[in-house]
């Protein structure tokens, strides 16, 4: 199984991802500019954290203009798997591919810290390696990290199992607690969490990494 990791100017994430699906899972992974038109040959897309063109407009705002979004709609329009961390979710949103948008945090501070989260569905092919239910702890760190969406969207939401992780003490005023949400198809997730900074011991925990094995297990059953 091949990861594209996406780079664009101002990501951050986009080597610490790397490495996560390399050293840590094990899997193959290539970083891809956001100048490429192309992904083919990856099973899977990743969209790092960051301040993609410096959050000029707002976060995300600009990164759905770069070339490279053609290619990741095309990709998730044939159902393939799109994970999306931090900025890579202000980015899917931004692009219309998750509903919703995310705010500057209720206190309008930036916020770093260990969060912990309830994983609410584990059928998902971003969450089958974690028990249902489970309590986990990731990194958060982000300025605009609460999340709204209009009441029928919400509605939605919760009818379709889309919110994966919520927050256990709202650090942010995102509605409903929401951490990270899928499209409906289910092959699309955004989450303002950081599982790449939760795969080794040294990080202070490895909730991440169950994130990236769900991801190849599914893979892996479908092959
Ligand atoms: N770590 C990140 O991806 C930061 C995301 C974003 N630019 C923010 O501050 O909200």
């Not at 040959?41 to 063109?53: C, K, Q, R």
């Not at 309590?135 to 379709?160: F, R, S, V």
């Not at 599982?195 to 169950?210: C, H, M, N, W, Y």
């Amino acid at each position: 199984m091949k990861f594209a990791v996406v780079s664009f100017p101002g990501s951050n994430c986009d080597e610490d991802l790397y490495y996560a699906i390399t050293d840590d899972l094990k899997a193959d992974a290539e970083i891809v500019p956001h100048t490429s038109d192309n992904l083919e040959g990856f099973d899977a897309v990743l969209i790092p954290g960051g301040f993609s063109y410096g959050d000029y407009l707002r976060s995300g705002a600009i990164a759905k203009f770069a070339p490279v979004m053609a290619a990741v709609k095309e990709f998730a329009k044939a159902g393939k798997p799109i994970l999306g961390i931090c900025n890579g979710f202000q980015i899917l949103t931004e692009a219309g591919l998750l509903p919703g948008t995310l705010q500057h945090n209720r206190e309008m501070q930036f916020i770093c810290e260990p969060e912990p989260l309830m994983v609410n569905n584990n059928q998902t092919l971003f969450t089958s390696a974690f028990k249902a239910g489970e309590t986990i702890t990731l990194p958060i760190a982000h300025g605009e990290g609460n999340y709204y969406c209009d009441d029928d969207t919400l509605a939605q939401l919760k009818a379709n199992h889309q919110i994966i992780f919520s927050y256990q003490d709202n650090p942010n005023g995102s509605l409903s607690d929401i951490a990270g949400i899928t499209n409906q198809a289910g092959n699309v997730l955004g989450m303002m969490p950081h599982p790449e900074r939760a795969v080794e011991s040294i990080q202070g925990g490895t909730d991440g990494l169950k994130v990236f094995q769900s991801i190849l297990q599914t893979y892996l059953r479908t092959v």
